[in-house]
């Protein structure tokens, strides 16, 4: 079955750097892919919508300075979370949909961030 | 916001089918209904999904009223392993957007 790759599962870095999470289609291709955050207890929130060949677009309240996107091929989606401060620690997860309408979107496994 | 709405949490007995409801009352006749759950610190894993009929595979069944504004996703004999929070998603039509609501907090009890 269709399969989305996210990497890397985890990552610690000190507070100033910037970290990049890549999204890969394994399987297929995708012309959208989507970023999501998660904080403990709480639900996925939006943040993006990364598409093939042009800009992302963000969901309300999302610094687009802050998480760069790139979506520079049909399988690669990456998010970079620049000069990341601790309360940018969370749950990084993205999906992508099927091409064919009313399929699925798959989901990778997501990327734990911790910023000390 | 979201667009559906789910009770916060339930218990169900191992071994006995678990009955997770969803409300969807703002659906389009075009969209489907789409179901995943979430095992802790992984991602969401991909259940099942309708239009208008039943549908049943490997996993679950959903069961979706004939008006569509609300869905049951049955577990016929849950597990131990089918401890999770169970999202319904109405995809935002026409833009492929999951916007994900509070989920159901499922634990199967031994």
């Known amino acids: 079955g269709a399969v989305v790759s996210q990497h890397p599962s985890w990552v610690i870095c000190k507070s100033g750097t910037s970290v990049k999470i890549e999204c890969r289609s394994l399987d297929f291709q995708a012309t959208t892919m989507f970023w999501y955050r998660q904080f403990p207890k709480q639900s996925l929130m939006l943040m993006a919508t990364?598409?093939?060949?042009?800009?992302?677009?963000?969901e309300q309240g999302v610094e687009k300075d802050k998480f760069l996107i790139n979506h520079a091929s049909l399988t690669l989606s990456t998010l970079t979370v620049t000069s990341a401060h601790p309360e940018d620690s969370s749950f990084y997860i993205c999906?992508?949909?099927?091409?064919?309408?009313?399929?699925?979107?798959?989901f990778g496994d997501g990327t734990r961030l911790s910023i000390l | 916001d979201a667009k559906t709405t789910q009770p916060t949490s339930m218990d169900c007995a191992e071994g006995r089918a678990a009955n997770l409801p969803c409300n969807h009352s703002?659906?389009?006749?075009?969209?489907?209904v789409y179901w995943y759950r979430q095992i802790h610190s992984q991602g969401p894993q991909y259940i099942i999904h309708?239009?208008?009929n039943n549908e049943t595979n490997e996993m679950a069944s959903l069961i979706i009223t004939e008006d569509r504004k609300s869905s049951t996703l049955i577990l016929p004999h849950a597990t131990l392993r089918d401890t999770a929070v169970y999202y319904c998603?109405?995809?935002?039509?026409?833009?492929?957007?999951?916007?994900f609501g509070t989920g159901t907090r499922l634990k199967v009890l031994a």
């Open positions: 703002t659906i389009s006749g075009n969209e489907y």
């Open positions: 990364s598409n093939e060949g042009s800009k992302a677009t963000y």
């Open positions: 309708g239009l208008k």
């Open positions: 998603i109405e995809e935002e039509a026409g833009t492929y957007k999951y916007i």
């Open positions: 999906s992508a949909p099927l091409p064919e309408w009313g399929q699925p979107q798959h």
